[in-house]
Structure formats: structure tokens, C-alpha cells
């Protein structure tokens, strides 16, 4: 390559170019985790675009590969970009915590503070009586922004220390948000706004 003509030929082959084809993977592979996390939740603004991206720049890597087919190091640089990738991704992906989820909290304890408390927190909350072979529970049903899971968990263990509770990730929900829920609006959403419940 021209950009690195001044460089020792060996040098460029054995470490330029396989450190170019990991970080080129690390980009990719972690772009697409993204973009199946976002197909995954019915994304159809956001999903193509990354998957333009990603695909352009697995072009790219995989280019220098054929290039360098003679290169051990540029094989090994693919492998080691794939698997730092898919561990960005994820990091990525965690710590965007993108989303709501549905919280089941399910006790023999009286739920209403903790009712109160994520009320209090512009959360729709509803409580049913059920049945077990342990006697009657209290099932507590919650709708959450994904990135307050930390706040909210806390809560639970104080109000109903015996509690159990399942937290599963939602595709789709309607927009009968209270009015603070459904007027914030990111640049994010203001960008792609199609995209709902983010």
C-alpha cells in the first residue's frame, strides 16, 4: 500500500495490516450486534443503516485479507477483531440499555407502596390476585425504561424483601404513556422517529 511505503515492507505485513483488519473487525462485529439488537425490536430506521456500515467495512477487511493471503498475522488479526468484537457489542449494547422491559413481581406481601413508588416514577403499574399452592399472591405488572432497571430493583427488595420477580424485554407497546413519558423526546428520536420507547 502506498500510505505505507515509507514503512518496512515486514512490518507492514505482519503487524500494519493484520492490526488494520482487527480493528476494522472489532468496528464490524460490533455494529452488527447492534443492528440485530435493533431488528430484534422492530427497528426498520436504524437497522439498515448500520447494516450498510457493517457490510462496507467487512468489504474492506476482508479485502486486505485477500490481499494477504500469505499472512498467518492477517488471519489471526480477523479472529482476534471478530472475537473483541462481539464483546464491544455486547458491552456496547448493555451499557446503552436500549428500550423497556416488563418487570413481574410476583409476593404475599402488600404491593401498593411499591406500586406508589414506581407510580411516583411516571411508570404504569397494575396489580391482579392470584393463586397458589403456597396461598394467595400479589402479581405486580410494570412497564420500564430498560436503563432504570438499577433504580427500580432496589425498590423492589426494600418494599418486598420475599418478592420474586422476572424481568423480559418488550418489541412493541402502545403510546398510553403518561404525559412525561410520551412528550421527552431525544435527538435520537427526533432523528428516526419511528422509533418508539426508546
Partial sequence: MDIFSSLDPEIVKWVVIPLLICLARIMDVSIGTLRIVFVSKGEKTISPILGFFEVLIWIVAMGQVMQNLSSPAAYIGWAV??????????????????????????????????????????????????????????????????????????????????????????????????????????????????????
Fill in 81 to 198: 477483531g471478530f472475537a473483541i468484537g462481539n464483546y464491544a457489542g455486547v458491552a456496547i449494547e448493555q451499557k446503552l440499555a436500549l428500550g423497556q422491559v416488563v418487570i413481574r413481581v410476583i409476593s404475599t406481601e402488600p404491593a401498593h407502596e411499591l406500586m406508589d413508588d414506581l407510580e411516583k416514577m411516571n411508570y404504569r403499574t397494575v396489580c391482579i390476585n392470584a393463586e397458589s399452592g403456597e396461598g394467595p399472591k400479589n402479581v405486580l405488572f410494570s412497564i420500564v425504561k430498560r436503563k432504570n432497571i438499577p433504580k427500580i430493583l432496589p425498590l423492589i427488595t426494600q418494599r418486598m424483601p420475599t418478592a420474586f420477580y422476572t424481568i423480559e424485554g418488550i418489541q412493541q407497546f402502545s403510546d398510553a404513556l403518561p404525559a412525561t413519558e410520551n412528550t421527552k423526546r431525544t435527538w435520537f428520536r427526533k432523528l428516526f422517529p419511528v422509533m418508539k420507547g426508546k
